[in-house]
């Protein structure tokens, strides 16, 4: 009997063809074996964002040959694997057809079980293949297309706490860095920008700081960016990195008192543990300003900060494949007509909220 299973996972829910082969020891220790990514940067840039349809053509002609880069990397062959796993939303959803068919063939070919994916539980448990957490723990996804505050209780138990009403902070970096004449992908951008404007010229609001819950909103913000990039047009090089350092700042400030109601609950919720872990995932993630924010508001709170690799916090396959693993190991199998959910809340019992964002539905 073997000790571990290997999974392959799709993943094509936004601007990434991903595909990666991991391992599962029956314990719960995991090992990635090959992770082959491929962005559309160069498809999107004339455009400013991400198109819809220009994705779901770009992972049509692409997946092929990256599910075979990561298999040939792995060094395994299809009759190897024990099920294919692929994201089955919430996403772009002309993507994410592309690649959960693509898995059902594979599936079918190889008669192989199928695991159909959350794309947010892919996010929600990768601190598990990468530092061995254990459950319960809370998770900040901070990406283009999300932002949420989530409890995970276990594989499949989660619990919303908080979400963005209208714009995800990745996609008001992105707006930001547009209205400003910055490239995109624009939080890189703005960060840079940042680094070298002064903070405290501009008063920006900070949306929702200080009420109840742990709920964000981004849109006003960037309207309040707006306004002040208007009355002081033409912007200099200075202007601009001064208005992106106010930015930057407000949102770390918003994103600190957001956080602070979710640990103060989590405590309350979970007294018995000693040292509880925040983990962060989602492409905001790598902004050191938010991190070294956050860091200080969890070590104030005896809070953990894990932040998984870079590569890992994006969007991957790794991430699709090790919840696959975890799901498997439970027993918790797809069959083909597993559809592809352009709106998929990892919590079913969530109100949904209002907004949908560039980057497609914000679940
Ligand atoms: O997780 P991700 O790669 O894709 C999804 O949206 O799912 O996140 C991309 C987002 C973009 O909005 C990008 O502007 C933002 O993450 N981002 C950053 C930084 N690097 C990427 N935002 C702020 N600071 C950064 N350094
Ligand atoms: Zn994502």
Redesign the pocket.
């Known amino acids: 009997m073997s000790a571990s299973v290997l999974v392959l996972g799709i993943e094509t829910s936004?601007d990434?063809t991903a595909a990666s082969v991991v391992s599962r020891e029956t314990e719960g220790r995991g090992e990635i074996l090959s992770n082959v990514i491929l962005s559309q940067f160069d498809e999107h840039a004339a455009y400013g964002g991400v198109v819809p349809e220009i994705a779901a053509r770009a992972h049509v002609e692409a997946l092929d040959r990256v599910v075979q880069a990561a298999m040939d990397e792995a060094g395994v062959g299809f009759a190897d694997l024990d099920a294919v796993a692929a994201t089955a939303g919430p996403g772009l959803i002309g993507g994410v057809i592309v690649g959960l068919t693509t898995a059902k063939a594979l599936a079918l070919a190889a008669g192989k079980p199928l695991v159909a994916v959350n794309h947010l539980e892919g996010h929600a448990l990768t601190a598990r293949l990468t530092d061995g957490i254990s459950f319960p723990y809370l998770l900040l996804l901070v990406?283009?297309?999300?932002t949420q505050i989530l409890l995970v209780r276990g594989v499949g138990q989660y619990e919303r706490w908080g979400t963005t009403i209208d714009d995800a902070l990745?996609?008001a970096?992105?707006k930001t860095a547009k209205l400003l004449g910055l490239p995109h992908?624009?939080?890189?951008a703005?960060?840079r920008a940042a680094a070298r404007g002064n903070p405290n010229r501009f008063a920006l609001p900070k949306p929702m700081f200080g009420r109840p819950g742990a709920d964000f909103s981004f849109s006003g913000l960037k309207t309040a960016l707006r306004i002040e990039a208007e009355a002081i047009a033409p912007l200099s090089e200075d202007d601009v990195d001064d208005l992106c350092a106010a930015f930057q700042r407000t949102v770390t400030l918003v994103v600190r008192n957001r956080i602070g109601h979710a640990l103060d609950r989590f405590r309350a919720e979970f007294p018995e543990i000693a040292e509880p872990t925040l983990v962060v995932a989602?492409?905001?993630a790598?902004?050191k300003a938010?991190r070294a924010g956050l860091d200080a508001e969890l070590s104030a709170r005896g809070f953990r900060l894990v932040a998984p690799p870079l590569v890992l916090?994006?969007?991957n396959g790794a991430m699709i494949a090790w919840a696959g693993a975890e799901r498997l190991a439970l027993g918790l199998l797809d069959d083909l007509a597993a559809p592809a959910r352009p709106r998929w809340p990892l919590d079913q019992l969530a109100a949904p909220m209002l907004g949908s964002g560039h980057?497609g539905a914000k679940a």
């Open positions: 936004c990434e990406s283009g297309g999300h990745g996609e970096f992105d992908p624009g939080g890189p703005v960060e989602g492409g905001v790598a902004n938010l916090c994006t969007d980057k």
